[in-house]
């Protein structure tokens, strides 16, 4: 009976568990070389089975609106009508902002007309979603027979993240595949001849051009060696026409009564043996004299390497720059800047040493890949970029000199250093909810027990006045609670349509008095015709309060005039609030938004107010920055808040009106 009963228990383990296998298999799969459309239609099938459900689809962004790719939905075939209408009852769907899981009667979120025609009684349908959080498609299961179980959340969660992985990983292979295809194109778009050949003299790569003049297809000549091109060699010389012992890597040759200018390249791949030798012929018959043309290939060749999308240097054997293209002003230095200066003055202290020894694998003939730099610009700000140094050849054949490729991640590295900001802030908030409710209820029974004291009479003065203190302090130790479960707080507050301009002005009405006082100048910048946004007025009121009182204590640390420039502008679907002051500047400006940290004297500041303000900026689906300026003294802050549309603010505005 025992074992009966063990045998259950092991089967019922090994169906729960199976759905999780079938998606690590299914993740497994994605190495095979699988054509788009048939991923999709694999993906749906294998959802659906995972899931338990009748019906599979599967509908892609296309712009503003979806277009179901994939549609299962057992024997029977929709007509395009159906599946029209269903993308349009999709595209609808997808316009909620906030859901990740939709899931209820078919007949409600589809139409009951809709519903009927698929067969579908109850759907599930999960967000698809990028890095970013754009819309990448829908995933929708018709009832299911799991529905009911408690990880089906969790599974149909992670078949979602999955599956964005992937159409992320597709859009970018297929971008890659079009450029790779784009470069081949323009390749065989190059009116000169172009021929590139192995160590072996078997040719590997030729354009258009040059099979046209030779009167074949190019396919008919890979794999073929140069000697049989016939161009300038006659039978039983060189096999190859183009490379000749000691000659330098510009030559010319006569053809068929034209003369060609031939420029040689080398390079180098994976496996380092994979000698690859590149000739261009240029027909410079009819052109300028030999010098001039040598120089105007120069220019090209600079020129090209002056519009690639990577900063590249060339070091020589110490390090230093001997080459720097005009990318280089991305990385905030001028071409004169770097010449005949070693390359680690311009990277962070830590990373000096990664650098270091980057260099001496190349000198050593090794390439290094993927070494993070940080560079330190003119403006005194940082890029990161990832760099690959490799190895080039002197004349004489040694290793002398190092080409160094940039990458450009300065938008990613921010954005992994703000979700670990996120998170951070995430788990500090909740250790300030829990901590600030226990300290709480003690403070009441302080504050309780003390006025109770203060009622008595018979007490001595002395003992009167300690009581006094001792509610004081409990008072200002009781704000400091609540300030930390207003930056702890989850629970949405009331919105409402908020006019950012009239709020800013009600703001510096509170401390004009203050700013008139002590000769602090307020440069004011509205756009007038700003948009409004769905927000809380008194929250907002709260962080423009802090960061304009921040700016007042600033100001008045220095010996010259204060002075405090606010401007509001909108991009596109955003309003950026911009505070910037003429202080001392921002001593830390990693740790500004750190609950409890502050560089203000004891007894001044408590290090939550911009804490705070981060949480409610956050809570309205916005961003706040502070850093240096550049160039003057002083600091910025920018806070940037999401627009409501026109015809949304006027329906708010019309079931509420008369709010700020």
Not at 79 to 100: F, I, V
Not at 295 to 304: A, L, P, S
Not at 311 to 317: F, P, S, T
């Amino acid at each position: 009976m025992r074992a009966k009963k063990h045998y259950r228990a092991r089967a019922t383990s090994r169906r729960a568990i199976q759905p999780y296998r079938d998606l690590k298999a299914l993740a497994l799969g994605w190495g095979s070389p699988l054509h788009p459309s048939d991923f999709v239609r694999h993906f749906t099938l294998r959802a659906e089975t995972m899931t338990g459900s009748r019906a599979a689809a599967l509908a892609l962004a296309r712009g503003n609106r979806l277009e179901t790719v994939f549609l299962h939905n057992g024997t029977s075939a929709p007509n395009s009508e159906t599946l029209r209408r269903l993308d349009a009852a999709l595209s609808h769907l997808a316009g909620r902002q906030g859901e990740a899981i939709l899931a209820g009667p078919a007949s409600e979120l589809v139409g009951e007309e809709l519903a009927q025609v698929l067969g579908w009684k109850e759907l599930v349908l999960a967000r698809l979603t990028g890095v970013h959080g754009e819309l990448l498609g829908l995933l929708g299961l018709a009832d299911s027979a799991r529905e009911t179980s408690a990880s089906y959340q969790e599974l149909l969660q992670a078949l979602a993240g999955h599956v964005s992985v992937m159409l992320e990983n597709s859009l970018l292979i297929s971008r890659i595949e079009q450029s790779k295809k784009q470069w081949l194109e323009d390749i065989d778009a190059i009116p000169d001849f172009i021929v590139v050949h192995d160590r072996d003299h078997l040719i590997l790569r030729l354009n258009r051009s040059l099979a046209r003049f030779l009167g074949k297809q190019p396919a008919e000549l890979i794999g073929a060696d140069m000697h049989s091109l016939r161009l300038g060699a006659e039978a039983g010389a060189r096999p190859c026409p183009f490379c000749s012992e000691g000659a330098g890597e510009q030559s010319r040759l006569s053809v068929r009564s034209r003369t060609y200018l031939v420029t040689t390249s080398r390079a180098r791949s994976s496996p380092p043996e994979d000698l690859r030798i590149i000739h261009v012929l240029k027909d410079i018959t009819e052109q300028i004299t030999y010098e001039t043309l040598l120089q105007r290939e120069r220019d090209f060749n600079r020129k090209i390497l002056d519009n690639t999308q990577n900063v590249i240097l060339v070091l020589d054997g110490e390090g230093c720059i001997r080459y720097a293209n005009r990318r280089c002003s991305e990385a905030g230095h001028e071409e004169s800047d770097l010449l005949g200066r070693p390359l680690e003055q311009f990277v962070v202290v830590a990373r000096r040493a990664a650098l270091a020894a980057a260099i001496q694998a190349a000198l050593g003939g090794q390439s290094a890949e993927k070494v993070e730099l940080p560079i330190l610009r003119n403006d005194g700000k940082t890029s990161y970029f990832s760099a690959k140094l490799s190895p080039m050849l002197g004349e004489g054949g040694g290793r002398n000199s190092i080409l160094v490729v940039l990458t450009d991640i300065t938008e990613a590295a921010l954005l992994q250093a703000k979700l670990l900001h996120t998170e951070k802030m995430a788990a500090v908030g909740q250790l300030v909810s829990g901590v600030a409710h226990e300290i709480n209820n003690p403070l009441a029974a302080i504050l309780g027990f003390a006025d109770l004291l203060l009622e008595k009479r018979e007490l001595p003065a002395s003992a009167t006045d300690d009581l006094r203190i001792i509610v004081q302090e409990a008072e200002r130790a009781q704000v400091i609670v609540q300030n930390l479960l207003s930056f702890a707080r989850r629970t949405p507050v009331q919105r409402g349509p908020v006019q950012i301009n009239a709020v800013l002005k009600q703001t510096l009405q509170l401390r004009s008095y203050d700013f008139a006082c002590h000769d602090v100048e307020v440069i004011e910048r509205y756009q007038e015709d700003l948009p409004g946004a769905i927000g809380n007025a008194h929250e907002l009121q709260q962080v423009f309060l802090n960061i304009v009182n921040n700016a007042y204590d600033a100001v008045r640390e220095t010996a010259r005039r204060g002075s405090l420039e606010i401007e509001t502008s909108h991009r596109g679907s955003c309003a950026d609030i911009i505070f910037r002051d003429n202080g001392p500047g921002i001593s830390y400006p990693d740790r500004i938004f750190d609950p409890f940290f502050t560089t203000k004297p004891a007894g001044k500041g408590t290090g939550l107010g911009l804490s705070i303000c981060y949480g409610i900026v956050q809570s309205h689906g916005g961003e706040i920055i502070g850093y240096n300026n550049a160039g003057r003294p002083g600091a910025t802050f920018v806070v940037r808040l999401p627009l409501a549309p026109v015809e949304e603010m006027a329906e708010i505005e019309r079931e509420a009106p008369g709010q700020v």
